[in-house]
């Protein structure tokens, strides 16, 4: 079953993570202290997908950013924590949601973020940032 968008729209909370996740934070560009701020704060999401168009509406850390893509196609995102543009490429392979970043920093770093849905309730995330591996998992509020 393809990734389901919908199921994404809900408030959310950083929950577990692997024990190397800050340092991938830190090397994306996540100060120690936004970590913090991130770990504590909830973001509301709304998402959808119409055919091959996937549009996000999500606040986090007192703003909102509204992004439009279009499935395998590259596009423009604005970094939440760094407010700099970035490209992606968004692609639902399977059950998981993937973001490709070929130069996440602006220092030729690529990143991949894979999300899928453990339950209706919580969200597995893998991120890759380089050659560092790590995950996060978010809990529905």
Known sequence: MPFPVDKFCGTWKHGNHSDNYPQIMEKIGVTPEKFKKMQESSFPVNASL???KLCFKVEFMGK???SNFT???EGEE???HTGRMRKV???IEGDNLISV???HDGK???ARVCRHFVDDDTIHTDFK???VEGWTQSKRC
């Open 71 to 73: 499935l395998g196609v």
């Open 89 to 91: 490429t968004y692609t």
């Open 129 to 131: 940032a380089g050659d």
């Open 108 to 110: 030729g770093l690529t």
């Open 50 to 52: 119409t055919g091959d």
């Open 78 to 80: 604005e970094d939440a």
């Open 101 to 103: 970043y070929p130069d």
């Open 64 to 66: 909102t950013w509204e």
